[in-house]
C-alpha cells in the first residue's frame, strides 16, 4: 500500500521563527488533507489539498503532486501552534470508490514562549 | 453545523466486557468514517459507510469489531469482548461526497481496558 512520510518528527521552535513540515507520499493521490491535532486529541482541518497552493493566515500549504510531496509553511509561530500535524492521503481504490485517508505519523511541534 | 460529535468522551472497561460507542455525524454528510489512534500513531483507518452500506473494512477490523449506520445518520461502533490491545482513542469522520471530499473528525473517544 501507499507509504507516507513526514519529517521531521520532532520540531522545537521559538515564537515568533517560521518552520516547514514535508510529506512525502509513495504512490498518486486523490486526496491530501493536513491536520493539527490539538492537546485534547481533537483533528482540526488545515488544508484539503491534493494539488497547488492554499493560505490561510500565518499558514500555507503546496503539494507537488507530480513529485510526491507536500509542504506545510507556519509563519511568526505562536504557542498554540504546538501539537502534532498530520499529513494524511487517499488513494483510489480497485473498486473505484474513494474512501480511508491514510495518515503519516506526524510532526510534533513544540513551539516555547 | 454543529460538527462531528462522538459519545461517550471516555471509556474505562474491563477485558472481556463488551463497549460500544456512538458518533453523529454532520447532518448533510453521506459518508462516514472509523479511524483508530494509538499513542504516538497517525489514525488507522477501520471502516466507511456510505449512508446505510459499509463499503470498505480494513483488516484491522477483526471479528469482535462491528460497525452499524441505521438509516444513514449515526454510527455505532461494537467492541466485544475487549482485550488491553483494543486501548486506543476511537475517531469518527464524515464528509460529503463530491468533488472535494474533506473528511472532519469528531473529538474521539478514549477506550482504556484494564
Known amino acids: 500500500g501507499i507509504q507516507v512520510e513526514q519529517s521531521p518528527p520532532d520540531l522545537i521552535l521559538q515564537e515568533g521563527a517560521n518552520s516547514t513540515l514535508r510529506c512525502n507520499f509513495s504512490?498518486?493521490?486523490?486526496?491530501l488533507q493536513w491536520f493539527h491535532q490539538n492537546p485534547w486529541g481533537q483533528l482540526i482541518n488545515l488544508f484539503y489539498i491534493p494539488s497547488g497552493t492554499k493560505q490561510n493566515g500565518r499558514l500555507s500549504a503546496t503539494t507537488v503532486a507530480t513529485e510526491r510531496y507536500s509542504l506545510l509553511y507556519i509563519s511568526s509561530s505562536q504557542t498554540t501552534d504546538s501539537g502534532v500535524y498530520f499529513c494524511?492521503?487517499?488513494?483510489?481504490?480497485?473498486?473505484?470508490?474513494?474512501?480511508?485517508?491514510?495518515f503519516g505519523k506526524g510532526t510534533k511541534l513544540s513551539v516555547k514562549p | 453545523d454543529t460538527g462531528v460529535s462522538q459519545n461517550p468522551r471516555h471509556k474505562i472497561t474491563k477485558r472481556g466486557q463488551n463497549v460500544t460507542f456512538r458518533c453523529d455525524p454532520i447532518s448533510e454528510h453521506n459518508r462516514l468514517y472509523w479511524y483508530r489512534q494509538t499513542l504516538g500513531q497517525g489514525p488507522e483507518f477501520l471502516t466507511y459507510f456510505q449512508n446505510e452500506a459499509q463499503l470498505e473494512k480494513s483488516r484491522l477490523l477483526s471479528d469482535r469489531f462491528s460497525a452499524e449506520r441505521p438509516k444513514g445518520s449515526f454510527s455505532t461502533l461494537e467492541i466485544q469482548r475487549t482485550e488491553q490491545g483494543d486501548s486506543a482513542m476511537y475517531l469518527c469522520?464524515?464528509?460529503?461526497?463530491?468533488?472535494?471530499?474533506?473528511?472532519?473528525f469528531g473529538p474521539g473517544t478514549r477506550l482504556l481496558v484494564l
Open positions: 469522520a464524515s464528509s460529503l461526497m463530491g468533488s472535494q471530499e474533506t473528511q472532519y
Open positions: 494524511a492521503v487517499e488513494t483510489m481504490n480497485y473498486g473505484g470508490s474513494q474512501g480511508n485517508l491514510i
Open positions: 504512490d498518486s493521490v486523490n486526496n
